[in-house]
């Protein structure tokens, strides 16, 4: 049986506007006209395109990752676990994104990176600025990681900040220290500036969190940070496959170590306590 159509639907237009005194709203917004004219190639390789766009995108998924983490850091200080939660999931899901994005990386053959390799000359992805404050916000801590960056000030003074602030771990443990539990007084008052290292009785509060209600705020905390830690890890896999694929055991780029480094980070784990702590639970 057919419908009449509603008298409003009727009036609606059958194009959208078009005719606008300036540029659009849509380009105001997102600025695309910037975004789409912010690749200037370096070789004559036609796959240096790909190369290129897919790792500005990279730098665009930090970003947002960042704010993530900032915003549930930020949460957590005022006791606000509900926020906290919800960007954390957010960030799951930006991070399953972030991941896919060595999709178009992760076929190359080692002569088809040689074909532009050259053109990145001391370029590296550790030298990453907004890389290294989500490694911060994680409680990846490092001062000599700010040297690159030496001759970028904004770059260098957001970096520094970000060492000198609590990490989105040291955020959390000191929520769970405010609600009763018993995190040890050189946990709260280290040097925030320094690497997150294990610590045995933070292993076993987290077990006693898991070991209680399932359905408790603390754990559902725990299990978020557990999901991105996860991705995390897969993010460090991942981009230690690609590269071992595109160039083995070859020196990286900007003199790193390549593969051996990325072999090494890929080891380990963020928030290890909670990681540790499932095998007393």
Do not use: C
């Not at 443990?173 to 040890?184: S, V």
Request: aromatic share 8%; proline share 5%; charged share 25%.
């Amino acid at each position: 049986m057919s419908q009449q159509a509603h008298p409003h639907e009727a009036a609606e237009p059958e194009t959208p506007h078009l005719d606008f005194a300036g540029t659009t709203p849509y380009e105001d917004y997102v600025r695309a006209d910037l975004l789409t004219h912010l690749q200037h190639t370096l070789s004559d390789d036609p796959g240096e395109m790909v190369f290129l766009v897919t790792t500005q995108v990279m730098e665009l998924w930090f970003t947002v990752l960042v704010h993530e983490w900032e915003t549930a850091a930020k949460a957590l200080r005022s006791d606000d676990v509900p926020t906290a939660i919800a960007a954390l999931k957010r960030s799951v899901r930006e991070l399953e994104a972030l991941n896919a994005s060595w999709t178009p990386l992760a076929g190359l053959t080692p002569a088809q990176f040689n074909s532009y390799r050259a053109a990145l000359g001391e370029g590296s992805g550790f030298q990453s600025a907004m890389y290294r404050r989500l490694e911060f916000l994680l409680g990846e801590k490092s001062a000599s990681m700010l040297v690159p960056h030496r001759g970028a000030h904004r770059a260098h003074a957001e970096l520094e900040k970000a060492l000198h602030e609590p990490s989105l771990y040291d955020e959390v443990l000191r929520l769970l220290a405010r609600r009763g539990h018993a995190i040890p007084a050189e946990v709260l008052d280290r040097d925030v500036a320094q690497r997150h290292e294990p610590v045995a009785a933070v292993e076993q509060v987290w077990t006693e969190i898991y070991s209680g209600d399932q359905d408790g705020e603390l754990v559902r905390l725990g299990e978020a940070l557990t999901d991105v830690a996860e991705l995390v890890w897969r993010w460090r896999n991942d981009h230690l496959v690609a590269t071992r694929r595109a160039m083995g055991s070859k020196t990286g780029t900007g003199g790193s170590a390549g593969v051996a480094w990325l072999e090494k980070r890929a080891r380990k784990n963020v928030f290890p306590e909670l990681w540790t702590a499932r095998s007393y639970v």
